[in-house]
């Protein structure tokens, strides 16, 4: 018996595809390309040196010898093969792209919103432009990363994505935070 699959997004029947943006808002990315990065033993210093030199990714630190490659420019396959390729024998790559769900939170108030459901110090001084941590938000476990002064990007496992889209508009509800898809 042959199935026909329809790709769909984990949160399709709950954004709406498009919504006026307040000053507080959280965008639901529909393309991105996600890949683990696993470090083969004893290469974590050299993977880590040749991620960091491709401008053309953003990498998010997941664990020792362990990173979240995104990019929203290359299409999964593309990402998957490019890194590869790059890394050889000193990485395992994992293509996450449909297993994950990418948000994008925004706004002057967004440090306030998180840290009504984070456990860590959400400070300039202290969570920096560039980086990210494996946390809990609320109860679910969410890479986050300061990706702009005020601009956060949470990476979920996608089964956990509705959940987390309900947490987050509890937490920004005070802040009128909007909600919409974005490209």
């Given at each position: 018996m042959v199935h026909q699959f329809?790709?769909?997004h984990a949160l399709e029947e709950l954004v709406p595809l498009e919504a006026a943006a307040s000053a507080d808002h959280l965008a639901v990315v529909v393309r991105q390309a996600i890949v683990t990065v696993l470090a083969a033993d004893g290469h974590e210093r050299a993977v880590a040196s040749v991620l960091s030199s491709d401008e053309d990714i953003s990498v998010r630190f997941s664990a020792p010898g362990e990173w979240l490659v995104v990019s929203g420019a290359q299409t999964p396959e593309l990402l998957h093969q490019a890194l590869s390729a790059l890394l050889g024998e000193t990485a395992y790559c994992i293509d996450q792209s449909h297993g994950r769900v990418l948000l994008r939170l925004s706004g002057p108030n967004a440090r306030a919103i998180l840290a009504k459901g984070v456990g860590i110090d959400l400070h300039p001084s202290a969570f920096q432009i560039?980086?990210?941590?494996?946390v809990l938000c609320a109860h679910i476990s969410i890479n986050l990363a300061l990706v702009g002064g005020d601009q956060f990007e949470i990476i979920?496992?996608?089964?956990?994505?509705?959940?987390?889209?309900?947490?987050?508009?509890?937490m920004g509800r005070a802040f009128d935070l909007s909600v919409s898809f974005s490209p």
């Open positions: 329809q790709e769909r560039g980086q990210s941590a494996n979920v496992m996608r089964s956990f994505a509705e959940s987390l889209l309900h947490d987050l508009r509890q």
